[in-house]
Nanobody, 129 residues
Framework: QLQLAESGGGSVQAGGSLRLSCAAS????????MGWFRQAPGKEREGVAA???????AYADSVKGRFTISKDSAKNTLYLQMNSLKPEDTGMYYC???????????????????????WGKGTLVFVSS
């Protein structure tokens, strides 16, 4: 069983930066695809950034050029560097992982809740104007 624990959320003014972390534990298989998803109040959960099993990355159009996803396999930790934050980036950010071999970053980005094997509990990001 893989456990995911997000951290790094908080409150920041527009234009500021935050770095989210997602620590994975409980499973030794390191080659799994991962992604960051967010859910704003009253809206559906959406993919923000993802890393596929082939190392490819994908981003939602709304965050391209501002967010960067990275993974430290030695530390079993996924990161999301968020720069130039906007009020519309506000929401609960979730980390998710899938063990399917060959899953691309684009597939992860478009995954629904049931399309990913494991989810963290989320970390809240609030961006004030």
């Amino acid at each position: 069983q893989l456990q995911l624990a997000e951290s790094g959320g908080g409150s920041v003014q527009a234009g500021g930066s935050l770095r989210l972390s997602c620590a994975a534990s409980g499973y030794s298989y390191s080659t799994y695809s991962m992604g960051w998803f967010r859910q704003a109040p009253g809206k559906e959960r959406e993919g923000v950034a993802a890393i596929g099993t082939d190392g490819s990355t994908a981003y939602a159009d709304s965050v391209k050029g501002r967010f960067t996803i990275s993974k430290d396999s030695a530390k079993n930790t996924l990161y999301l560097q968020m720069n130039s934050l906007k009020p519309e980036d506000t929401g609960m950010y979730y980390c998710a992982a899938d063990l399917e071999l060959g899953m691309t970053a684009t597939q992860v980005l478009g995954a629904t809740y049931y399309g990913m094997d494991y989810w963290g509990k989320g970390t809240l990001v609030f961006v004030s104007s």
